[in-house]
């Protein structure tokens, strides 16, 4: 797994260089260290200290503000009032759990399944997407009997016992365990057909798992594949795989927490681009704009299935404040129409990061979709390859220059773009501009 | 496990009875099983349509107030407007992850670090208390090489797939995995010296988990004991069993999700009247009132042990606004006094319960600390079996009267008494006089 640990280690703060640190910087990451400790991350050479965040915007504590290309929570713009006051509306009128009757978990329930396919026909509510994978991981091996599960090389699905197991990118020693078989997605060729190619891969998984005992319960995707490092198209490529895997009795998880919610331009979820049905979908992130809640719709029988061997209760999921929450995430979406502005941006910057491709040897590709675009950064001096340190230099010097960026993928030279779906053009022009001088400064 | 379905249906509306339902609330059931589905439980023969809460209130559809004897979860109170009016304000600045330098979760950890005992001296933050506990099982086993884990027989821990499998009372067939080994705590000696049985209980699971070759990882308590039936006297009894496990290399989990943050009203922690000290801390539902956050605190070196081999991070646990909705919660907790409270209308509540046990032959016992108290009911002409039957009926009937409440235990026959913990002794005396009424109905 070591070849993967540029992910995790990408853009973190080195507690090493605690002494070079600003005094003021230096002060807090000593306080955090003394407080939360060795699981805490923080982000950049020289951390930030944020103070105050407005719709594409962050503002640090000396009053700089920052671009936001990175945080995909707040996906119709940080502390949308519109989100804030449902909020905190609801909080002031009640907060309970869904063991009592109320009409708002009904509402949204049916508002948000109606953007679903038919067949998924039943929304459990949860506060996490690892809490809406780990179930989904559940529901698949009591349906199908079935062990195994197949993921992609990079991918990252949550951090409970049994996500981590199925997110390679969370390992940093040791190896996946046996039943995860993983797909090597950075070797999807660009030439030929990857729709077959995925095929091939996805009928090579399920035949290790069945060989090894395992079989196949599911194959959980990320259909943007995210800290893959963003593999969008051609549109459909996941097709024929989930098509064939689907008639073996395996299911289809498409693991919507980062593609969701518009993210790609092309209607509500990720997987509608390659034309197949989930099984189950699992949703968090945007779901709420940052009030914590997550979902995961499924066909009625697989929740019933699940029900007669175990009781499933979430005390916080689909509580009267998180459907609010949801609510007004959905009303903002339509209201001030994201999706379309994240097609139209998405649309401008991808062609925009193409015209920086020609110009820079540098960016090696560009792929997405709508807002979630991932631009490969290499080293023409060796031949091209991966490279991960020009990738932290960009993004530090990003930060310098007023922006938010992080990275993705197997070698961590992926800069992964992903702003809120509101960010407006001359926002877009902003980023582009200053990522054409961060790459001229860290070029050659 | 059949013995212990009781707990989970105890309560639960029956789909069945829908046609019995009055128009309006079957009406809401038939959109709750057309949206949620399956996994959806309700309270209650005839389910309650919830909309406003205030206090140690809560108020139906048509205006009709029920006292919350019930919800554990809005610990200061049903829409505590402190609460809310912190978590609005932090909504509306700033809402983000943990990844850049912020000094409220410094703050919050600090202060509740300071609750702890020394050795706790790093704290995690997450959503739920089901994360909580499967982030402590991995450190728990990370940290000893075993797998096994030594818990109650009707214990609740959370709905993760890990958890879940330590978790009998979400059982409703099969039988716990193996590596799962169960106390009967309901057996414990009333007469003889509870710690010394309780002791070899957790020598004997010891000595099982080894024979097994797993090993024993943990043993994972609750320290009230709250879905077993409330287990709190004589204080200490955990003491000689968990000093012994210790020695053995094994940990201890105090799961504080139900006893922490005052309820027992003898201080923070519910392990604290036990006179251990826990290796791991999980806490959750009362830490933010309602606001879905939880924590785990737990020795430094634990965490850095497993930060080694995998990441952790969770995208809301610790975020700006979660610090925000705790700090308020331990601000109104301190403001209030509530720990005090709990303790004199507890002692004041157990002691009038115990009035009522004289009176009634079909209250088999009480038991309690602070504002969690649970109460037998058994059928005195079947030798003072436990009669979950008559339990239900109390239930309905106190819902009928104006009292929400709950049941738990192995057989589903103790009722739950966990108001807020701001309960005045008014409404202890509105619920006491209720309580009567309601066993009389149901009595002989």
Redesign the interface.
Known sequence: MSDIRGI?DQNAFSFDRLQQADER?GA??R??L??????????YEE???????EGVW?FDDQGQRYLDVY?N??SVG??H?R??QA??EQ?????????????G??RY??RL?ATLPPPL???????????SN??A??LARQWTGHQGIIVTEAAYHG????V?EVSPS?????SLPEHVHVIPISQMPEQADPSAWFADQVRAGVARLDVLGYGCAALLVDSIFSSDGVYADPAGFLKPAVEWLQAQGALLIADEVQPGFGRTGAGMWGFARHQVTPDVVTM??PMGN????AGLAAR?EL??A???????????G??T??VAAGMAVLDVLAEEALIANARQQGDYLKQQLEVLQSTFEEVAAVRGAGLFIGLDLCNPARDGAPDAARTTAVINALKRNGVLIGAAGKTGSTLKIRPPLCIARAEADLFLDRLEQSIRATAG
Chains 1, 2 share one sequence.
């Open positions: 995790l910087i807090l990451v306080k955090r003394e407080t939360v400790g060795p699981t805490s991350m923080l982000f951390p930030l200290h944020i103070v105050r965040g962050l945080n929570v707040p940080h502390c009032p989100v804030v909020v905190a909080m002031g009128t009640l907060n309970v759990h869904t063991r009592y009757l109320h009409e978990i009904h329930s049916e399944l026909n039943r929304l459990v509510m949860m506060c996490t997407g690892s809490e780990d179930m991981l559940r951090n409970t016992s049994a981590t969370s390992f940093k020693k040791g968090g992130k940052g009030f914590p809640m009625e929740l019933a699940l029900n007669e061997d175990v009781g499933y209760f979430n005390t916080f689909g509580s404040v998180a």
